[in-house]
T-cell receptor, first 112, second 116 residues
């Protein structure tokens, strides 16, 4: 059974820092991995989708990497800003189903 | 602006009430989902519809009843709920199976439900 874990659960950093969020999954037979952002009381917004054949994806100040063999993905945020404060979730599809398995998220606070 | 719209955004209901949550997607997708998000828990998949047919029912109590009249609309009918059902209910849509590479899932803003 696929399980997704995210560490740390919460993170507070001063503005301008580069930071790394971690995601690990137990079943490496994944087709893709997706990172989402969730603002308080809101829905999820897709940030980056990495296909199983890819090693990383970049969008602006965000870079996500994928290492299937070790069951890990990292989300790198460069030059963090207060507007980056949110909960970041990673998710992988459960093979052969419509299910996306989510981690519990990392709650990020960037201090001005 | 999200392509998935949920109404109402907030709902307070008594345990004997009957209410419905509505979701509409404007993305031309053929799969729609209901997720439940409770405090400090991972998102829980409740139901999945593909081409208006229910393909997943994740052991959800019968007091939650989904309805998918067409590929653009999804409802969640609520009756005799319990206080522990209070949560954020998220609707989402995608093009075909998520396990197909390249398909992503789009979420609505959610409906905050409080059962008193």
């Amino acid at each position: 059974k696929q399980e997704v874990t995210q560490i740390p659960a919460a993170l507070s950093v001063p503005e301008g820092e580069n930071l790394v969020l971690n995601c690990s999954f137990t079943d490496s037979a994944i087709y893709n991995l997706q990172w989402f952002r969730q603002d308080p009381g809101k829905g999820l917004t897709s940030l980056l989708l990495i296909q199983s054949s890819q090693r990383e994806q970049t969008s602006g100040r965000l870079n996500a990497s994928l290492d299937k063999s070790s069951g890990r993905s990292t989300l790198y945020i460069a030059a963090s800003q207060p507007g980056d404060s949110a909960t970041y979730l990673c998710a992988v599809p459960d093979p052969g189903t419509y299910k996306y398995i989510f981690g519990t998220g990392t709650r990020l606070k960037v201090l001005a | 602006e999200t392509g998935v719209t949920q109404t109402p955004r907030h709902l307070v209901m008594g345990m004997t009430n009957k209410k419905s949550l509505k979701c509409e997607q404007h993305l031309g997708h053929n799969a729609m989902y209901w997720y439940k998000q409770s405090a400090k828990k991972p998102l829980e998949l409740m139901f999945v519809y593909s081409l208006e047919e229910r393909v997943e029912n994740n052991s959800v109590p019968s007091r939650f009843s989904p309805e998918c009249p067409n590929s653009s609309h999804l409802f969640l009918h609520l009756h005799t709920l319990q206080p522990e059902d209070s949560a954020l209910y998220l609707c989402a849509s995608s093009q075909e199976r998520l396990t197909d590479s390249g398909n992503t899932i789009y979420f609505g803003e959610g409906s905050w439900l409080t059962v008193v």
